[in-house]
């Protein structure tokens, strides 16, 4: 993830270690996943340059020789926040998992640029943390194995998905049978799928799909209360603190990735 000399959509050059105004970034609120949108896309894993994310753990310069051998494999990213918006929830987990390289996938430009430049402020401004975070515009419900090996992530995160409320237009929700199997795939067993959404029906939509799928169990209550993560769900994000605001309600459906004996 590189500086840019000016944000995009107006926003005029940042200041060094200065976040980055959203007004400059204005965008819809959600994109039709189903469009055909033109940005890169690696061919398989192996194609996703990691040192334009993470140059803190992938040097430009690798050296070479014994050395290079002897060298532990890379990490690999292991969250993955599906449809991060402006990044709260990214910004939120990474001091908590500070060993962790997590990447949000937005599909949306300028929301896209915003959370880069954010990243980069915070990095800035605080020297050796935020260096485990990152942004992509990509389209998740598309192009997922192209960024992720069988069984790399241990956490997936949907967070206020768009709700497509029209029934001819569900095929567009981020969480359905046919997409769980790709979720599925990356995910290694154990790994854990948080959603949430402030909508009722689109809330039994999403725990409907998981509790059908064979690859997902329901995480129970005692270990949803020990969780750490969960709490961030309903407070990090521009979405969750618009309900909170708003007195709303929000609806969340967390499960395990489980085993089938043949696997």
């Known amino acids: ?9 107006g926003g005029g ?7 980055p105004r959203k007004r400059f970034y204005r965008a819809r609120a959600h994109s039709n996943p189903l469009s055909d949108s033109h940005f890169p896309v690696p061919v398989s894993p192996d194609e996703f340059d990691l040192s334009q994310h993470y140059p803190r753990y992938f040097p430009a310069d690798k050296g070479g020789g014994e050395e290079e051998e002897s060298r532990s ?20 987990l990474s001091p908590l998992f500070p060993d962790t390289l997590m990447i949000g996938m937005e599909l949306r430009d300028k929301v896209t640029e ?21 942004v992509v515009r990509t389209n998740s419900m598309k192009y997922i194995p192209n960024y992720f090996r069988k069984a790399q992530l241990t956490k ?16 567009r929700r981020v969480i359905s049978m046919q997409l769980l199997d790709e979720y599925a795939y990356v995910m290694e067993v154990g790994g854990i799928i948080y959603t949430i959404t402030d909508v009722e029906e689109l ?4 725990r409907s799909c998981l509790e059908k ?5 329901a995480v129970s209550d005692e270990e949803i209360k020990a969780d750490p993560v969960v709490k961030l769900l309903s407070t990090a994000t521009e979405e969750s603190q618009k309900v909170a605001r708003n007195g709303g309600q929000t609806f969340h459906a967390i499960f395990r990735r489980i085993s089938l004996p043949e696997e």
Request: proline share 9%.
């Open 1 to 9: 993830m590189t500086r840019t000399n000016s944000a995009s959509g």
């Open 13 to 19: 050059q940042q200041a060094a270690g200065k976040l």
């Open 73 to 92: 494999p890379p990490p690999r990213i292991r969250f993955a926040d599906v449809g991060c918006g402006f990044g709260g929830l990214l910004v939120g």
């Open 114 to 134: 915003y959370v880069k430049e954010r990243i980069l402020a915070l990095r800035t401004s605080n020297p050796g943390q935020y260096d485990n975070i990152s």
């Open 156 to 171: 997936m995160f949907f967070l206020f998905p768009d709700p497509h409320f029209k029934e001819k237009n569900h095929r």
């Open 203 to 206: 809330g039994e939509w999403m």
């Open 213 to 217: 799928h064979p690859l997902f169990e």
